[in-house]
């Protein structure tokens, strides 16, 4: 049993319109066939695939709270505010940046999470899941398999992903204490650590940045740090 509470219910809402927001943002493009994976999409897939080991184990135990929360935590706090914040234009490729093999690879990991996170939630969302679902792929959802891992991501390091939710907050947080607009363009010099060079075409998008530059052992002397691995040359 669970005690009545209001927040539990408006945080239950604000959830589902978040999950129907996020499926019609992804309606918007095709599932390919053929496509190629940057970076990001692959430690994103890596991210979700051992999430689907943890839920798994959790509903073997009869155990709610742990799906409940673990899926909230990826589906709201990285894959909308993070993943889709930075795969937004390459899913468009207005400006044809990204290759139409590229741009395909953001369409597959979005339909890919949508679909597993959507079966995973089920559950214990059995409406809203079922009337997507049924939207999106013309099924219903629950006539669907649990989701397996696959043993290609299972055996790689989900870092990218975490590092670029990491790098992200720091960029927001550094525009909102210099009263820049998070879409405006930031035109002082960021520096970043080598590391960061896989999302470096994502990065640049999302934040509008006009002078990145990556260092491999020590940022120059005058750069201010920002957090780890991440500094900045402020205008003067």
Same mark, same amino acid.
């Given at each position: 049993?669970?005690? /009545? &509470?209001?927040?539990?219910?408006? &945080?239950? =809402?604000?959830? !589902?319109?978040?999950?129907?927001?996020?499926?019609? /943002?992804?309606?918007?493009?095709?599932?390919?066939?053929?496509? #190629?994976?940057?970076?990001?999409?692959?430690?994103?897939?890596?991210?979700?695939?051992?999430?689907?080991?943890?839920?798994?184990?959790? %509903?073997?135990?009869?155990?709610?709270?742990?799906?409940?929360?673990?899926? %909230?935590?990826?589906?709201?706090?990285?894959?909308?505010?993070?993943?889709?914040?930075?795969?937004?234009?390459?899913?468009?490729? =207005?400006?044809?940046?990204? #290759?139409?093999?590229?741009?395909?690879?953001?369409?597959?990991?979005?339909?890919?999470?949508?679909?597993?996170?959507?079966?995973?939630? &089920?559950?214990?969302?059995? =409406?809203?899941?079922?009337?997507?679902?049924?939207?999106?792929?013309?099924?219903?959802?629950?006539?669907?398999?649990?989701?397996?891992?696959?043993?290609? %991501?299972?055996?790689?390091?989900?870092?990218? !992903?975490?590092?670029?939710?990491?790098?992200?907050?720091?960029?927001?947080?550094?525009?909102?204490?210099?009263?820049?607009?998070?879409?405006?363009?930031?035109?002082?010099?960021? %520096?970043?650590? !080598?590391? /960061?060079?896989?999302?470096?075409?994502?990065?640049?998008?999302?934040?509008?940045?006009?002078?990145?530059?990556?260092?491999?052992?020590?940022?120059?002397?005058?750069?201010?740090?920002?957090?780890?691995?991440?500094?900045?040359?402020?205008?003067?």
């Amino acid at each position: 049993d669970y005690r /009545f &509470s209001e927040n539990t219910i408006k &945080s239950g =809402f604000l959830f !589902a319109t978040k999950l129907w927001n996020i499926a019609r /943002f992804i309606s918007s493009f095709p599932c390919p066939e053929d496509y #190629s994976l940057r970076p990001i999409d692959e430690a994103t897939l890596v991210l979700l695939n051992k999430l689907i080991v943890t839920v798994d184990k959790a %509903y073997s135990d009869l155990d709610v709270y742990v799906p409940v929360s673990e899926l %909230y935590q990826f589906t709201w706090n990285y894959f909308a505010s993070h993943y889709l914040e930075l795969v937004k234009n390459r899913a468009y490729n =207005f400006n044809n940046k990204y #290759s139409e093999l590229e741009q395909k690879g953001a369409w597959y990991t979005l339909h890919y999470v949508l679909r597993k996170v959507l079966i995973m939630l &089920s559950p214990i969302m059995p =409406f809203i899941t079922d009337a997507i679902y049924r939207e999106l792929y013309g099924r219903s959802v629950h006539s669907e398999k649990f989701p397996e891992p696959e043993d290609k %991501y299972l055996k790689t390091s989900e870092e990218l !992903a975490l590092e670029a939710q990491r790098v992200n907050h720091v960029i927001w947080k550094y525009k909102k204490s210099r009263g820049i607009k998070l879409s405006e363009p930031l035109r002082e010099v960021l %520096y970043l650590d !080598a590391k /960061f060079k896989p999302i470096a075409d994502e990065l640049v998008d999302l934040h509008r940045l006009e002078h990145l530059v990556f260092y491999d052992k020590e940022p120059p002397p005058e750069a201010v740090k920002l957090d780890e691995g991440i500094y900045t040359k402020p205008s003067t």
